[in-house]
Nanobody, 127 residues
Framework: EVQLVESGGGLVQTGGSLRLSCKLS????????IGWFRQAPGKEREFVSAIGGADGSTFYADSVKGRFTISKGNAKNTISLRMNKLKPEDTAVYYC????????????????????WGQGTQVTVSS
């Protein structure tokens, strides 16, 4: 059974930084895509970033490009999302999600492309 567990959320001031982590179990990252999505109150869930285990490719939403960095974490099967220059509009519940990686199909930025989901972690950016 695949499990995804997020950690690292919290409260930060505008301009600050946070690092989220996603721990994958039950599947080898080399065959998997890990993505981050977020959902703010009253809004639809939106794609943030993704990384491919098969080739290390990454993809970012325009809204976070240049501020957020997704990477393999130091611990095995852990993915990190480093968030810098945070803005109040980044406030949301952040979800880690995954699906089997087929390189030719790309990473995916739509919720329905992801088969496995974590419970989410709250990120709040105060103004």
């Amino acid at each position: 059974e695949v499990q995804l567990v997020e950690s690292g959320g919290g409260l930060v001031q505008t301009g600050g930084s946070l690092r989220l982590s996603c721990k994958l179990s039950g599947h080898r990252f080399e065959y998997y895509v890990i993505g981050w999505f977020r959902q703010a109150p009253g809004k639809e869930r939106e794609f943030v970033s993704a990384i491919g285990g098969a080739d290390g490719s990454t993809f970012y939403a325009d809204s976070v490009k240049g501020r957020f960095t997704i990477s393999k974490g130091n611990a095995k099967n852990t993915i990190s999302l480093r968030m810098n220059k945070l803005k109040p509009e980044d406030t949301a519940v952040y979800y880690c999600a995954g699906h089997y990686h087929i390189v030719a199909y790309g990473l995916g930025n739509q919720s329905h492309e992801y088969t496995d989901w974590g419970q989410g972690t709250q990120v709040t950016v105060s103004s």
